[in-house]
């Protein structure tokens, strides 16, 4: 809350909850008490819970991860106003905070994709949210990943909505210089981090679409396309790795679950179809999956299916992740 950080642009406060003293710790197990309590109510699906927890914090130190922590599980319901108007607040209260920017940015992104007449003015305030939280600091290879789901969006508009599917790969290939800045944008991402298999996920498919959709210049070299799904491979791996070991009572599971669903797909990517199905029935079936991750899954999928890509396979695993939501 110290004017000092409003002042001084990319100054980061201390992350106290390093510090290896009775207070601190005191503290950080307090974080991890609302933390379960937020995680329970998201279980349960009580909106109404999250909301309230997000304004009960006991206390200065644990109420800014509490609120963000709450917009998050809002987010993975698929409550993105209530998010979006949390976060807008913690946004206002303290704008110096990149990493409460970038999940507006997300939230905002989401919202656009459910009102697809209001997509250009919610992108417009993802971008300027994603820019300003760079310009205080923010971590760069997240704000390319956000920038790279824009405008894959953006292209997607331009052809996901036709009747034909020739007609919709037809717009596909003649919009490509957007899926073209997308993928600039994912590869920028990866490249900034090797173990970000989230956007080394999107830099694989869209250079397989490319491929799919015949367009004379390959948007990466059979070799380079190897290298980088290895990549992918090894990171979503090393992050199912490191999951196991964590046998934490109430972990956060979520980004082992989406290794898993990645997995899968670079299976499908890959020819490798049997596979495919095999990981996203460990994904869609994990018991702490959220509504979110099932329909970001089907949502990914429903892009390939639209154009024709491994339509039988798609089609099957589209039926797992269905399956699901309608539990």
Same mark, same amino acid.
């Given at each position: 809350?110290?004017?000092?950080?409003?002042?001084?642009?990319?100054?980061?406060?201390?992350?106290?909850?390093?510090?290896?003293?009775?207070?601190?710790?005191?503290?950080?197990?307090?974080?991890?008490?609302?933390?379960?309590?937020?995680?329970?109510?998201?279980?349960?699906?009580?909106? %109404?819970?999250?909301?309230?927890?997000?304004?009960?914090?006991?206390?200065?130190?644990?109420?800014?991860?509490?609120?963000?922590?709450?917009?998050?599980?809002?987010?993975?319901?698929?409550?993105?106003?209530?998010?979006?108007?949390?976060?807008?607040?913690?946004?206002?209260?303290?704008?110096?905070?990149?990493?409460?920017?970038? +999940?507006?940015?997300?939230?905002?992104?989401?919202?656009?994709?459910? &009102?697809?007449?209001?997509?250009?003015?919610?992108? %417009?305030?993802?971008?300027?949210?994603?820019?300003?939280?760079?310009?205080?600091?923010?971590?760069?290879?997240?704000? &390319?990943?956000?920038?790279?789901?824009?405008?894959?969006?953006?292209?997607?508009?331009?052809?996901?909505?036709?009747?034909?599917?020739?007609?919709?790969?037809?717009? +596909?290939?003649?919009?490509?210089?957007?899926?073209?800045?997308?993928?600039?944008?994912?590869?920028?991402?990866?490249?900034?981090?090797?173990?970000?298999?989230? +956007?080394?996920?999107?830099?694989?498919?869209?250079?397989?679409?490319?491929? &799919?959709? %015949?367009?004379?210049? $390959?948007?990466?070299?059979?070799?380079?396309?190897?290298?980088?799904?290895?990549?992918?491979?090894?990171?979503?791996?090393?992050?199912?790795?490191?999951?196991?070991?964590?046998?934490?009572?109430?972990?956060?599971? $979520?980004?082992?679950?989406?290794?898993?669903?990645?997995? %899968?797909?670079?299976?499908?990517?890959?020819?490798?179809?049997?596979?495919?199905?095999?990981?996203?029935?460990?994904?869609?079936?994990?018991?702490?999956?959220?509504?979110?991750?099932?329909?970001?899954?089907?949502?990914?999928? +429903?892009?390939?299916?639209?154009?024709?890509?491994?339509?039988?396979?798609?089609?099957?695993?589209?039926?797992?992740?269905?399956?699901?939501?309608?539990?």
């Amino acid at each position: 809350s110290s004017p000092v950080y409003k002042e001084l642009s990319g100054l980061k406060p201390v992350d106290w909850g390093q510090i290896q003293n009775a207070k601190a710790r005191y503290f950080g197990n307090q974080l991890q008490d609302w933390h379960a309590r937020v995680r329970k109510a998201k279980g349960q699906s009580h909106v %109404g819970d999250i909301l309230t927890l997000s304004r009960d914090a006991p206390n200065r130190f644990v109420e800014w991860r509490l609120r963000l922590d709450a917009a998050r599980a809002l987010s993975d319901l698929g409550r993105f106003e209530p998010a979006r108007e949390l976060l807008r607040a913690m946004v206002t209260e303290n704008p110096t905070c990149p990493e409460t920017r970038f +999940a507006l940015a997300g939230t905002l992104d989401r919202l656009a994709r459910m &009102h697809p007449e209001l997509q250009r003015e919610y992108h %417009g305030r993802a971008e300027l949210e994603i820019q300003e939280a760079l310009s205080r600091g923010g971590n760069a290879p997240q704000a &390319h990943r956000l920038l790279g789901r824009l405008y894959k969006c953006r292209w997607r508009q331009r052809w996901e909505n036709e009747v034909d599917e020739s007609t919709r790969r037809q717009l +596909a290939a003649e919009y490509w210089e957007t899926a073209k800045k997308s993928l600039s944008y994912y590869q920028q991402a990866q490249m900034r981090d090797l173990g970000c298999f989230h +956007a080394g996920l999107n830099v694989v498919s869209l250079s397989r679409l490319h491929q &799919h959709l %015949g367009l004379k210049q $390959s948007a990466k070299t059979a070799a380079e396309l190897a290298d980088v799904t290895g990549l992918v491979r090894t990171a979503a791996r090393r992050k199912l790795q490191l999951a196991r070991r964590d046998t934490a009572v109430g972990k956060d599971d $979520s980004e082992a679950i989406w290794a898993t669903a990645t997995l %899968g797909e670079v299976a499908l990517l890959t020819n490798g179809l049997d596979d495919a199905r095999t990981f996203y029935q460990r994904a869609v079936t994990h018991p702490d999956v959220s509504v979110s991750q099932l329909k970001a899954f089907d949502d990914q999928l +429903a892009m390939s299916e639209k154009l024709g890509f491994e339509k039988d396979c798609v089609s099957q695993l589209r039926s797992m992740v269905g399956a699901q939501l309608e539990l």
